[in-house]
């Protein structure tokens, strides 16, 4: 699993890469507490690397999204695979996560 | 038939064998792509879940991983001796509430038991068995 973190001016984009289980997910949640502790108030999940997600993993994307709420910010989640959107989807977390897929950029 | 046992602890480091375990698994029987995330998802959820609830506050307590493929089937059991749990039992979760409302956890279960075609429990002899069954074909 891989978390690489870039500042851009008005948003952070954190780019999450490989496999988000019961074990990585305890270094993706050290990332998640400084994003919720630092005044970041737009953050892109890109999802285009990860290609599974446990419980473990859905329990810090619902931690940072409420805390983003919290602080009147937001959380935007990009290019999640299709494995992964099933899960999402069966979960809920698809309607309780703003989702952004490459047919609604292209939009754009 | 092919059957196969791996048998570990109780610590959530011992994750990494299960892991490598199924997929070893997965790729003898040759399963597609997905099917193989989801079952390896299912049982992740299922382990972790023994390994933090079935014995509470005692370490190096065992539990079991067995996989037996026929048919088309792929059936995985997991076997402790902790305290009874009958993950059926579980309610499942509101996935209508709004973000503010929903709480944090409690999805690995419901998430074993929407992957897999069954899912069944029996306590015998102290042990906590809980079969999945995914049909792979």
């Not at chain 1, 494995?83 to 609604?104: A, V, W």
């Amino acid at each position: 699993m891989n978390i690489k973190v870039e500042r851009e001016p008005a948003r952070t984009i954190v780019s999450l890469s490989g496999q988000l289980d019961t074990l990585t997910a305890v270094d993706f949640e050290k990332e998640v507490s400084v994003l919720l502790n630092s005044d970041e108030h737009q953050i892109v999940l890109n999802c285009e690397g990860l290609s599974y997600v446990s419980s473990a993993g859905l329990r810090l994307l619902l931690t940072l999204q409420k805390g983003m709420m919290a602080k009147g910010g937001t959380l935007i989640l990009e290019k999640v695979q299709s494995p992964i959107m099933d899960i999402f989807k069966i979960t809920g977390f698809s309607s309780i996560l703003t989702i952004r897929q490459e047919e609604d950029l292209n939009k754009e | 038939m092919i059957t196969n046992t791996l048998h570990i602890k109780n610590e959530l480091g011992q994750l990494s064998l299960v892991a490598s375990f199924i997929e070893h698994e997965i790729e003898t029987v040759g399963i597609s792509n997905e099917c193989s995330m989801q079952i390896r998802l299912a049982l992740e959820e299922v382990v972790t879940n023994v390994i933090l609830y079935a014995y509470p506050s005692q370490s190096g307590q065992d539990l079991s991983v067995n996989v037996a493929y026929k048919d088309g089937k792929l059936q995985i059991t997991v076997i402790d001796t902790g305290i009874p749990f009958n993950p059926m039992e579980i309610e499942d979760p509101d996935l209508t509430l709004s973000v503010d409302k929903r709480p944090i956890g409690g999805l690995g279960i419901f998430i074993a038991k929407k992957l897999m075609n069954e899912v069944h429990y029996c306590r015998t002899d102290g042990k906590n068995i809980l079969t999945m069954v995914k049909n792979v074909d």
